[in-house]
């Protein structure tokens, strides 16, 4: 069975970038034809698609957000990151790594998903 565990800092200030990581076992990263996604749900709000890895390191983004994430991958680590940059308390939500097996921007669609993690932005 694949698990996804995000990882990394629960705060963050404003202008600050954070980074979360997201390990997967029990499947390869690398395997046809599967998309590696980050979602967010911010308090009180619906859930967002924010971007995504594809099984061929292609990465793929939400448009409104293009120039605030980086998304990579290391395969020796079976890994996949989210970089998010000059947050604001806007971005507070708890974050979650999911694998879909096509490519979709729908964040409710997707056959395995972390557990998630909260990040909070303030100063």
């Known amino acids: 069975q694949v698990q996804l565990q995000e990882s990394g800092p629960g705060l963050a200030k404003p202008s600050q970038t954070f980074s979360l990581t997201c390990t997967v076992s029990?499947?390869?990263?690398?395997?046809?034809?599967?998309?590696w996604n980050w979602i967010r749900q911010p308090p009180g709000k619906g859930l967002e698609w924010l971007g995504a890895i594809a099984y061929d390191g292609m990465p793929h983004c939400n448009p409104s957000l293009c120039r605030r994430i980086s998304i990579s991958r290391d395969t020796s680590k079976n890994q996949f990151t989210l970089k998010l940059f000059s947050v604001t308390p806007e971005d507070t939500a708890v974050y979650y790594c999911?694998?879909?097996?096509?490519?979709?921007?729908?964040?409710?669609?997707?056959?395995?998903r972390g557990q998630g993690t909260q990040v909070t932005v303030s100063s």
């Open positions: 999911a694998r879909n097996f096509r490519f979709s921007e729908n964040p409710d669609e997707y056959d395995y």
């Open positions: 029990g499947g390869s990263i690398t395997a046809n034809f599967y998309y």
